[in-house]
């Protein structure tokens, strides 16, 4: 649970107050000389309202050299981020020719698949050179190739399920195939802090939604619920109470979780929700996005680390982007969902379907990670990311710094708070040639502003080290160690009684 000092929160709701007000103010003056000003509009609406675009244009662009940097190289431990200026007070940004090389602790390049690799990036390399960039096609016309039927087979393999489909977009894999899955008449019970491609598919379904508090212990214990005893709690009105107006029972019940939460590193806790599930007998749909690949003993994800078997999970949703260094999501399940969804899923029906090349990476991946390319390097990487979030993550919380998450997440957010330190924290870092990902209000609840670090296979034990440095460094001069930092070892116990 995240518990902000009083006085933290009171600083930043007067930061906030005070970008409003004169944020405001300049929005009248603004119209005061405009008003003789020619209009171009010649009737029509203006098509961004002042109102609609206020937080653009008065408080994201005053950092908006904090986002959307952009690089000149492989996402791998350490990138070539791209110099940019602006003459219009950050309105505008242009690039330069100049960049400069930062270690890398934004890219969700899990396991190191993303840059060249000694095994997978030949085959892609040769199956670029036999099937083109794109297919130019969707799955059911023309798009779909041996290495398609072969990545299917090979994912559904992998997590554990009968077959699987696959997409060319890990976001529209959950906004495309929820609203296939339920409709009207059905019951969508969504962990509050889902990820948007959930939300937005959950009310393009047109089903009901009800959200349970997120299944932290710490939040579920303050409010007297043993976890995950809320969504039980949920299940139970609704399953009474039936649909709006005319309480029936619902058509179906379906409740969304995430694997891990990529705005705050936690790991839900799946067990209990598969229990929970199976006594209402609602369906369980377990978003695996940053967790497959990246945590469990041979990197299958959430259900291999907590002991679920897959079986208990009605239907297995997870991208290619983070520990594969591809594109595209997947649907995993029963041959009899998949073969639903192939023949009613627009992201199936109508979308070009995933690039060939980028299939080979994902099956090449997979390959390494299971020690099918003759080598130990897959179990390897899989010890190196657990090791790498573990220490970095307990170092940061012995600097005294407000750390998110459970262990062996490779997500790990750095609680900020205060709209000023947002740019304060992240320019500080640039300056030492580290490059970290802010977050802010919308992204997350105006409060709760946050550094996100991901870590990566690929970063070595002095990567990590500087990389702590800088941000012990940048955490002084932003004020945001908010915890009593850990007492240091008497100097290693001067230096173990000077070698005895």
């Not at 296979?457 to 002084?476: C, F, M, P, Y």
Request: proline fraction near 5%; hydrophobic fraction near 40%.
């Amino acid at each position: 649970m995240i518990t902000i000092p009083y006085l933290t929160a009171v600083s930043t709701y007067f930061s906030y107050g005070l970008l409003f007000a004169f944020g405001q103010l300049r929005d009248y003056s603004r119209r005061i000389f405009d008003w003789w000003s020619t209009n171009n509009l010649h009737g029509y609406a203006p098509i961004c309202l002042a109102h609609e675009d206020f937080y653009i244009r008065r408080l994201y662009h005053r950092i908006q050299d904090c986002f959307g940097r952009p690089i000149s190289s492989a996402p791998d431990a350490w990138v070539d981020v791209v110099e940019r200026f602006s003459n219009d007070n950050n309105k505008t940004l242009k690039r330069t020719t100049k960049s400069t090389r930062c270690l890398n602790l934004g890219s969700y390049n899990y396991l190191g698949f993303g840059s060249y690799d000694e095994y997978c990036t030949p085959l892609v390399i040769d199956s670029l050179k036999k099937f083109s960039p794109s297919t130019c096609s969707s799955r059911v016309d023309a798009g779909t190739t041996s290495v398609h039927a072969e990545l299917e087979e090979c994912v559904a393999k992998y997590v554990g399920k009968p077959a699987a489909i696959v997409t060319g977009m890990g976001y529209a894999t959950n906004s495309a195939i929820i609203p296939v899955l339920i409709g009207k008449g059905g019951l969508i019970i969504s962990d509050s802090l889902n990820h948007t491609s959930i939300v937005n598919g959950a009310r393009g379904s047109g089903a009901t939604i009800r959200v349970f508090q997120h299944n932290s212990k710490a939040i579920l214990m303050l409010l007297h619920f043993p976890p995950p005893a809320h969504l039980e709690r949920v299940l139970k009105e609704q399953i009474a109470e039936g649909q709006p107006r005319t309480h029936r029972p619902w058509k179906k019940i379906m409740v969304v979780v995430e694997g891990i939460y990529s705005m705050e590193g936690e790991i839900c806790q799946l067990p209990e929700i598969v229990s929970i599930c199976k006594k209402y007998k609602a369906y369980v749909y377990l978003d695996e996005a940053h967790s497959i690949g990246a945590i469990g003993k041979t990197g299958r994800g959430v259900c291999e680390l907590l002991g679920v078997d897959t079986a208990d999970v009605d239907i297995m949703m997870g991208t290619f982007t983070k520990s594969f260094g591809s594109c595209g999501g997947y649907i995993a399940g029963s041959k009899d969902l998949i073969q639903y969804l192939k023949y009613h899923c627009p992201a199936h029906l109508y979308a070009t379907s995933i690039s060939t090349p980028s299939a080979q990476q994902i099956i090449s991946a997979i390959t390494v990670i299971l020690g099918e390319d003759g080598s130990n390097r897959g179990a390897q990487k899989l010890a190196r990311i657990r090791e790498n979030s573990n220490f970095f993550r307990a170092e940061l919380q012995k600097m005294g710094f407000e750390v998110l998450g459970d262990n062996d997440s490779p997500v790990m957010p750095i609680m900020l708070y205060n709209p000023a330190k947002i740019p304060a924290f992240s320019r500080e870092c640039l300056r030492e040639n580290v490059a970290v990902v802010v977050v802010g209000f919308p992204a997350t609840p105006l409060l709760l502003a946050r550094a996100r670090i991901c870590i990566s296979a690929s970063h070595s034990r002095e990567d990590l080290i500087k990389a702590l440095q800088v941000i012990s460094k940048a955490g002084d001069l932003t004020g945001i160690k908010y915890f009593p930092a850990a007492p240091k070892k008497q100097e290693e116990v001067k230096d173990t009684i000077k070698l005895d």
